[in-house]
């Protein structure tokens, strides 16, 4: 049983930060790769980014590249998020998945329960 657990959303106003966390109990974390997803409300699940087991690759969605930054300490089974310049089009329930890199929520098998980022203008 894998369990994926988000931290770190909440209220922010566009141009803040925020990081999000994601810890897995998984063994082995070392060697999974994970993603991040998010969902706004009425919209399909999108990619934001996603990290190799090692964090030797990392990619990302057009949308947030050169603003969020995703990294791994995979002494802490933890992925973050770290969100900078962040935008009201950014509000959406923000889920770490894995494993894997691919930009298609459909392969992924393992998923938290999501954070919530706000971003008012």
């Known amino acids: 049983q894998v369990t994926m657990i988000e931290s770190g959303g909440g209220l922010a106003q566009a141009g803040d930060s925020l990081t999000l966390s994601c810890i897995a109990s998984?063994?082995?974390?070392?060697?999974?790769?994970v993603a991040w997803f998010r969902q706004a409300p009425g919209k399909e699940r999108e990619f934001v980014s996603s990290?190799?087991?090692?964090?030797?690759?990392?990619f990302y969605a057009d949308s947030v590249k050169g603003r969020f930054t995703i990294s791994r300490d995979n002494a802490k089974n933890t992925v973050y998020l770290q969100m900078n310049r962040l935008k009201p089009e950014d509000t959406a329930v923000y889920y770490c998945?894995?494993?894997?890199?691919?930009?298609?929520?459909?392969?992924?098998?393992?998923w938290g329960q999501g954070t919530q980022v706000t971003v008012s203008s």
């Open positions: 990290i190799s087991f090692d964090g030797s690759e990392s």
């Open positions: 998945a894995g494993p894997g890199l691919d930009t298609n929520p459909r392969k992924y098998r393992y």
């Open positions: 998984v063994h082995a974390f070392k060697s999974v790769a």
